[in-house]
């Protein structure tokens, strides 16, 4: 019959084993989402790049027109300025359209033609002259077209409509004459068109004497600076919003209660399933049949369930907390698990009398080997190493593991029980010839060697290339062939290939 110790074990195993399934899949959903992340903010920073791109093609066109605007004195003294400001406003207003990721809205007819620009679908003419009376008493010949005039000065026409009686225009304080006769000028003009001044005169992005000869091109300039603002502050979001992205995938692929609840509720009901299908696998051998239990059969089998549930449960638990916690690799936790509770079972049996201090070190020895068991074994490999040796060998290592695992469970009585044992052990490990204690220090050495290479090796959190290493380390520590060994992806594929 599979004895309690065994079951423990091996539920203890293959609950680590899902476990470092769980983690391997969060490290496999973080390694997705970071990936995900890192192409977005490439894309966004890509899309900001050519959007400030094909903004300073804006700027660096409007520049090169006005050059030649100045070059050839087109319009003479007068009317230069009008071209310049008409290509300024093309080449700002358009610069800023491709920078938010809009469609260019302006287009300059430059051809002397009725209208100077198109924007957004309508004909618009332009009009920048230092008195804002004299723009708006051509506007007579345009009605057909909605009217520009310089930013500040349409300024101070909404300010004059609204009944302001003291207006400044570029530092220039109006008269009163001159602010009712722009009134006057505005609601007849507005009268004719039959729409508010608001719906058929527009404001310039520039002021007027930002697109004179000497100062248009400090005018691109600033525009420049303004966008490498722009683009710098966006940059910024993009790399913090990305940054804030990382720290929640990061977050969201931490070790969590849920999942640990998760796993110690398959845990209960692995072992709880278990305990049941044993419990009746047992009254069947006594040639009791399920259908013919009593009431005290069904308590007594859900009173070993319930033992089972409790068992799994924590045992789910205590190997979440362990690989994530504390970081040990998922197999050495399940054993830890598992000798834990051999440790508790046999402490219980001596504190009720069940055994006494003999039958107390065996259970003890019994456990520690089934914990530790595997390792034991690797160590020794195919070595023939002399009896004494070996006794000397799992005794150390029982004694160790046991004081290991009852930090939290040995009483002041039981620790001296073992004490005393590993006294025993290191009075015959004391009268062992000087060859065998050679022989037992290097077995004792490659141990706990190989507790260093097992985590090493199975521990999910280094890096991928790291863990190969460290299995190709473990393989040849524990005497396997170097033939045998897989040591690169080449050899990987072929294995699996062939």
């Known amino acids: 019959m599979i004895s309690e110790q065994t079951i423990d074990n091996n539920v203890a195993q293959g609950m680590a084993s899902y476990i470092d399934y769980l983690n391997n899949m969060r490290l496999v959903d973080l390694a997705a989402n970071l990936e995900k992340i890192l192409v977005t903010e490439t894309e966004n920073l890509k899309d900001l790049a050519l959007r400030q791109a094909k903004a300073f093609g804006n700027l660096d066109l409007s520049k090169m027109e006005i050059s030649n605007l100045i070059d050839s004195n087109r319009g003479g003294i007068k009317g230069l300025h009008g071209f310049i400001a008409e290509s300024a406003e093309t080449g700002i207003r358009n610069a800023r359209d491709v920078f938010h990721g809009l469609s260019k809205s302006v287009e300059w007819i430059n051809n002397n033609s009725h209208a100077d620009l198109i924007v957004n679908g309508q004909g618009v003419q332009m009009k920048f002259y230092r008195d804002i009376a004299q723009e708006l008493k051509v506007t007579a010949e345009y009605r057909d077209l909605q009217m520009m005039i310089p930013k500040s000065h349409f300024e101070a026409v909404q300010k004059i409509m609204q009944g302001a009686k003291n207006v400044e225009v570029d530092g220039n304080e109006l008269t009163l004459n001159k602010i009712t006769n722009i009134r006057k000028l505005i609601e007849k003009e507005s009268e004719l068109r039959g729409v508010s001044f608001d719906k058929w005169l527009r404001p310039s992005i520039n002021n007027y004497n930002q697109v004179q000869s000497n100062t248009v091109s400090q005018t691109l300039s600033d525009e420049v600076d303004s966008i490498n603002q722009q683009a710098n502050a966006q940059k910024r979001d993009i790399k913090s919003e990305a940054n804030n992205d990382r720290s929640v995938a990061h977050q969201n692929a931490k070790a969590n209660f849920g999942e ?27 040639g009791k049949n399920v259908w013919e239990f009593t009431i005290n059969d069904w308590i007594e089998g859900g009173l070993t369930t319930l033992k089972g549930v409790t068992k799994g449960g924590i045992t789910g638990y205590a190997i979440y907390g362990l690989t994530n916690v504390c970081h040990l690799a998922a197999p050495s936790a399940g054993a830890v698990t598992a000798g834990t509770f051999g440790l508790a079972s046999a402490v219980i049996k001596l504190r009720n009398g069940e055994v006494d201090e003999d039958g107390f070190i065996d259970l003890v020895t019994v456990n520690a080997i089934d914990a530790t068991g595997a390792a034991i074994g690797a160590a020794i490999g195919q070595t023939i190493i002399p009896i004494p040796v070996v006794g000397a060998l799992v005794g150390s290592i029982v004694t160790t593991t046991a004081l290991g695992l009852g930090k939290n469970v040995l009483n002041k009585h039981e620790q001296e029980i073992l004490n005393r044992y ?43 290339q790291l863990q190969f290493v460290g299995s190709i380390e473990l393989a040849r520590f524990v005497g396997v062939p170097e033939s045998n060994i897989l040591h690169n992806e080449n050899e990987i594929d072929d294995y699996f290939v062939n």
């Open 260 to 286: 640990a609840s998760k796993a110690a509720g398959i845990g209960a009901a692995v072992q709880g399933g278990l305990n049941l299908g044993i419990f009746i696998y047992k009254k069947h051998k006594t």
């Open 422 to 464: 590993q006294s025993r052990v290191d009075s015959f490990i004391e009268n062992l010839d000087k060859e065998y204690k050679e022989k037992l220090k290097i077995l004792l050495d490659k141990y706990r060697k190989l507790g260093e290479l097992q985590n090493y090796s199975f521990d999910l959190d280094l890096n991928i």
